[in-house]
């Protein structure tokens, strides 16, 4: 029986811990004894404010499906479509392009997961700890496991882990945000499901509209990305969930008309449906040292901290979630040394750096060749959903979106012109 700590009950360390847990007793040459250091208790979290905006597509559901932990499957709204509007000068569209993705996503509020996957743990033969963990408390938690994860992304226990320099360009927020679950925003249809709706306005930022499941059902999910300074830029003040509806409602009548058409009617789902707040997206070394000797793993976003704007942070914990349970699985009675760790995120970080890379393209002004391929999305289809199809798989985006001669190379086989026009 190994011992396995996990500190963090998000998608990633859940994740995580129930797959070490599923096998259990059964064919696996190893056991597990999982304990999650979760801040919260379930009724906690349902009682809560929401954790994100986010949705997941489909190479991640399928992760969850297999584990056996997508749980709401059936009553949750499919995104099949996705229509990006792209504004320059704010309030005039200059692209737009629709695309039926080639698999639909689905977005679950995190407080219906994270609370359930906490009971599903404990079910399972797992124990859970909560309340607060401090750096100070990893020296004791890690000298009493086979292996500490750090799987919490926000907050002093993600700077145990030094920043990689080289991969993170930031070193302060990038948008300001605000999120939003709402009843009464107008959804178009698309086939097979619903269409997401994503608005990048020039020098503003970006508005994001996802349909989903909540605490009492079917909903709307709204995130505001805003240019530190610009008109998107009026959360810090942390306002309650009427007060962003009643401000949302107010941006989009100014700048995106198009949008306040099909949500003038919307209003709160709850008094936890809203989120506000910044952060530096940043890179961070895998492994720290918190006792002579004794190290602990980080995982998803303790060291792969990615602004919002490419919709990716869902998906790339269970990605991650799924990389280090093979990872475990597969390490036997072994120790989980230092060398192991740092093997097992390089492993992850083959993917996760085309998050990092895809999520920092769109933070900055579109370069020139982004421009040139989102307008001949606007007019070929093949275009648009080879776009689209990024977001499910950015590391796709590498041969071509990431690369402008090799963008321009595919326009031009596409379009029949040298600069895809």
């Not at 919260?40 to 559901?61: D, H, K, N, W, Y």
């Not at 700048?255 to 008094?271: I, Q, R």
């Not at 890379?357 to 289809?381: D, K, T, W």
Request: proline share 7%; net charge negative; aromatic share 8%.
């Amino acid at each position: 029986m190994r011992r396995i700590a996990i500190v963090g009950a998000g998608q990633a360390g859940l994740q995580l811990a129930l797959g070490l847990l599923e096998g259990k007793g059964g064919e696996r040459a190893v056991d597990y004894e999982v304990t999650v250091y979760a801040a919260r208790p379930p009724e906690e979290i349902r009682a809560g404010r929401i954790g994100s905006t986010q949705v997941m597509f489909e190479p991640a559901l399928a992760l969850e499906r297999a584990a056996g932990l997508h749980l709401w499957e059936e009553e949750t709204p499919w995104m099949s479509g996705l229509r990006l509007v792209v504004s320059d000068p704010p309030g005039v569209p200059a692209a737009a392009l629709d695309a039926v993705m080639e698999q639909p996503a689905q977005s679950v509020d995190q407080r219906v997961k994270t609370a359930r996957w906490l009971e599903l743990l404990e079910e399972r033969g797992g124990r859970a700890v909560y309340g607060s963990v401090a750096p100070a408390d990893l020296e004791r938690i890690a000298g009493g496991h086979d292996l500490t994860v750090v799987a919490t992304g926000r907050g002093p226990l993600s700077e145990v882990f030094a920043r990689d320099e080289r991969h993170s360009p930031h070193d302060r927020p990038q948008r300001v945000l605000a999120a939003a679950y709402v009843h009464g925003m107008t959804f178009l249809p698309a086939p097979g499901g619903m269409c997401g709706r994503i608005n990048p306005v020039a020098g503003y930022g970006e508005f994001f509209s996802l349909t989903g499941t909540t605490l009492g059902g079917t909903c709307g999910m709204l995130l505001w990305e805003g240019v530190p300074g610009g008109p998107f830029d009026c959360w810090r003040d942390n306002p309650g969930p009427d007060e962003v509806v009643g401000r949302s409602l107010e941006l989009m009548r100014a700048h995106l008309p198009w949008e306040y058409e099909l949500s003038a009617g919307m209003e709160p789902t709850d008094a936890g449906a809203v989120l506000t707040g910044a952060f530096t997206p940043v890179v961070r070394h895998p492994v720290a040292e918190v006792a002579p000797g004794t190290f602990v793993l980080g995982m998803a976003d303790a060291v792969v901290l990615n602004d919002p704007v490419a919709g990716q942070g869902a998906n790339t914990a269970a990605r991650c979630a799924d990389g280090y349970l093979r990872a475990i699985t597969g390490h036997g009675e072994r120790p989980f040394d230092r060398t192991w760790m740092l093997r097992t995120f390089a492993a992850f970080w083959e993917y996760a750096r085309h998050v990092t890379a895809f999520s920092n393209l769109l933070l900055g002004p579109p370069p020139e060749h982004v421009r040139r391929v989102l307008a001949a999305a606007a007019e070929h289809p093949e275009v648009a959903r080879r776009y689209v199809a990024g977001y499910a798989d950015p590391a796709g985006l590498r041969d071509w979106l990431l690369d402008a001669d090799r963008a321009d190379a595919y326009l031009a086989a596409v379009t029949g012109s040298a600069r895809g026009a």
